[in-house]
């Protein structure tokens, strides 16, 4: 079954460390793969996304990703954590079904930041 | 270029009551999600309409719970005699005809008491 799982369930860094969000997937294919962010009681704001091309990903808010399709990862970057970037991350995946798409999202990761 | 609309923001009903979400896509999109996010818990899919079908609902409780999407107006979420459990954050989200990226809306969040 395709499936979307983010390992981490909670990740605290300090202010100004490098962060690493894990994502992994699993499809038959090359999957399409999204990256978003939701502060409390907002939606979601997508960072970044990955159609094909170029695997390492750059998005917004200084974020990136890359995409391993030999570890079937999708892991999320960013080099200097900043207060507020504290947030929850999902990653989610495109189920192709029937010729449309719907999104399987994982679980989140809640990421919180040290002064 | 409004985005995804999404209104009433907050919704709080008594048990047995009904609740009707209602989502607007984006301008030129033609295809609508939903999505149900319970507390501490990622998204998950529920239902995907075009205009005035449903495309695929199986991410909906079989009893309850209904989506449409006229030819005219915003795309509702229909939930009949709403539970506690029913409280959750509902997503919508729209694309156009050749995409795969998929614009959210600001979200609902039911509250039954």
């Known amino acids: 079954a395709q499936s979307v799982t983010q390992p981490d369930i909670h990740i605290t860094v300090s202010e100004g460390a490098s962060l690493e969000l894990r994502c992994n997937y699993s499809y038959g294919a090359t999957p399409y793969l999204f990256w978003y962010v939701q502060s409390p009681g907002q939606g979601l704001q997508l960072l970044l996304k990955y159609f094909s091309g170029d695997t390492l990903v750059q998005g917004i808010k200084g974020f990136e990703a890359e995409f391993k399709r030999s570890q079937s990862s999708f892991n999320l970057r960013k080099p200097s954590v900043h207060w507020s970037d504290a947030a929850e991350y999902f990653c989610a995946g495109v189920m192709f079904s029937g010729g449309y798409n719907k999104l399987i999202f994982g679980a989140g990761t809640r990421l919180a930041v040290h002064p | ?113």
């Open chain 2, 1 to 113: 270029n409004a985005g995804v609309m999404q209104n009433p923001r907050h919704l709080v009903r008594r048990r047995g009551q009904e609740a009707r979400l209602r989502c607007s896509p984006m301008k030129g999109h033609s295809h609508v999600y939903w999505y149900r996010q319970l507390p501490e818990e990622g998204l998950k899919f529920m239902v995907y309409l075009q205009k005035e079908n449903i495309i695929d609902e199986s991410g909906m409780p079989k009893e309850r719970f209904s989506a449409e999407f006229p030819k005219e107006g915003p795309s509702i979420l229909r939930i009949q005699q709403v539970v506690r459990g029913d409280s959750a954050a509902y997503f919508c989200a729209s694309s156009g005809e050749l995409d795969n990226e998929q614009f959210f809306g600001p979200g609902t969040r039911l509250t039954v008491l």
